[in-house]
T-cell receptor, first 113, second 115 residues
Framework: DTAVSQTPKYLVTQMGNDKSIKCEQNLGHDTMYWYKQDSKKFLKIMFS???????INETVPNRFSPKSPDKAHLNLHINSLELGDSAVYFCASNQGGENSPLHFGNGTRLTVT | DQQVKQNSPSLSVQEGRISILNCDYTNSMFDYFLWYKKYPAEGPTFLIS?????DKNEDGRFTVFLNKSAKHLSLHIVPSQPGDSAVYFCAARGNYGGSQGNLIFGKGTKLSVKP
């Protein structure tokens, strides 16, 4: 009955590969996000989707692309992986409206070798 | 250019005592502040929030204080319990019409509550 679930939990891959991280939420929220926690522990927003429409893109490389097949899913595709992409990626969601807090998944630790 | 700063990477407190976690911010446009708690291998969990029109918000053992003139907020946990041991993130949201979920996070403070 996990509210926001993402898979896989760990992902180890080589430079140049293409990989995807999946995210699903069963909270009925209408907005989903991807955050990245880098080696310096900063959590930074990458994307958000509301009703299948991208409403934030914080200048991440275009090798990263979010894909939302429906309101409950927001997957993250990464092409041509680089060493610097190694990080923990968190999916999150919230309900539209004033001051709705984010609900986070447990994160996917991506290691690029 | 960190807009949200948590200058103490760690804090150790005895069980039953008060824990005070501090956070400073630089952007006066921030209008909403949140605290998240994170256990290892889990995602951050929302704890408490405060709007910029208030200076205090309380929820059980947790109280957040906001000093807008000093651009400073703090989280008080009283009494502290061993289960409170976690990393605490301060976050802020701008009022520039962006998404509600576009938060700026600090680096976190690791709280250890000793029995």
């Amino acid at each position: 009955d996990t509210a926001v679930s993402q898979t896989p939990k760990y992902l180890v891959t080589q430079m140049g590969n293409d990989k995807s991280i999946k995210c699903e939420q069963n909270l009925g929220h209408d907005t989903m996000y991807w955050y990245k926690q880098d080696s310096k522990k900063f959590l930074k927003i990458m994307f958000s989707y509301n009703n299948k429409e991208l409403i934030i893109n914080e200048t991440v490389p275009n090798r990263f692309s979010p894909k939302s097949p429906d309101k409950a899913h927001l997957n993250l595709h990464i092409n041509s992986l680089e060493l610097g992409d190694s990080a923990v990626y968190f999916c999150a969601s919230n309900q539209g409206g004033e001051n709705s807090p984010l609900h986070f998944g447990n994160g996917t630790r991506l290691t690029v070798t | 250019d960190q807009q949200v700063k948590q200058n103490s990477p760690s804090l150790s407190v005895q069980e039953g005592r008060i824990s005070i976690l501090n956070c400073d911010y630089t952007n006066s446009m921030f209008d909403y502040f949140l605290w998240y708690k994170k256990y290892p291998a889990e995602g951050p969990t929302f704890l408490i929030s405060i709007s910029s029109i208030k200076d205090k918000n309380e929820d059980g053992r947790f109280t957040v204080f906001l000093n807008k003139s000093a651009k400073h907020l703090s989280l008080h946990i009283v009494p502290s319990q061993p289960g409170d041991s976690a990393v605490y993130f301060c976050a802020a949201r701008g009022n520039y019409g962006g998404s509600q979920g576009n938060l700026i996070f600090g680096k976190g403070t690791k709280l250890s509550v000793k029995p």
